[in-house]
């Protein structure tokens, strides 16, 4: 029996954090699911759409392994994007005790919901400090996000602000 795990999130955009929180699981769950989650209490800088092909890229560039599949997800619960895939395990990056105080009333909700347990992973400290929202600020202002996210990101934005 395969163990599928899911990294959800936002990643608007992924950053080097994301990508170190997803290259960890999948060295430990034999499948991973990175799903990008519509967020209702943030407006989103890029859509899902398109955040998907980022992370695609990105785990393509960096050779990570083909047990990772990446997908958008915007309709119902994500415990039931869990339960069609099989997936028993969510995996959560957290940077501080303020994700933790988050994260973990949804933690309980999942498990009671549908026994889906969820796994906080602590991140590279080099990336604990990096943050969507800090990226999104960066380029906005025509700052360099080039040491914060995948090398497509980066391009992505760049050639966004030259527009």
Request: aromatic share 4%; charged share 20%; proline share 6%.
């Amino acid at each position: 029996m395969s163990r599928i795990a899911v990294v959800p999130g936002s990643f608007d955009p992924v950053t080097l954090g994301h990508l170190d929180v997803i290259e960890r699981a999948a060295a430990i769950f034999d499948e991973v699911h990175v799903v990008v989650v519509h967020n209702p209490g943030k407006t989103a800088m890029l859509p899902i759409a398109q955040r998907v092909a980022l992370i695609e890229q990105a785990v393509a560039d960096r050779a990570l392994p083909q047990s990772i599949l990446v997908t958008g997800w915007s309709v119902g619960l994500l415990v039931d994007y869990c339960t069609d895939v099989g997936a028993s395990v969510l995996v959560k990056g957290v940077r501080s005790q303020v994700d933790v105080a988050y994260e973990t009333p949804m933690a309980i909700v999942n498990r009671d919901l549908a026994d889906v347990e969820t796994v906080f992973m602590l991140p590279d400290p080099a990336h604990a400090h990096v943050s969507s929202s800090l990226v999104r600020q960066v380029a906005a202002l025509g700052g360099d996000v080039a040491p914060y996210v995948p090398r497509a990101v980066a391009e992505f934005l760049q050639a966004d602000q030259a527009e």
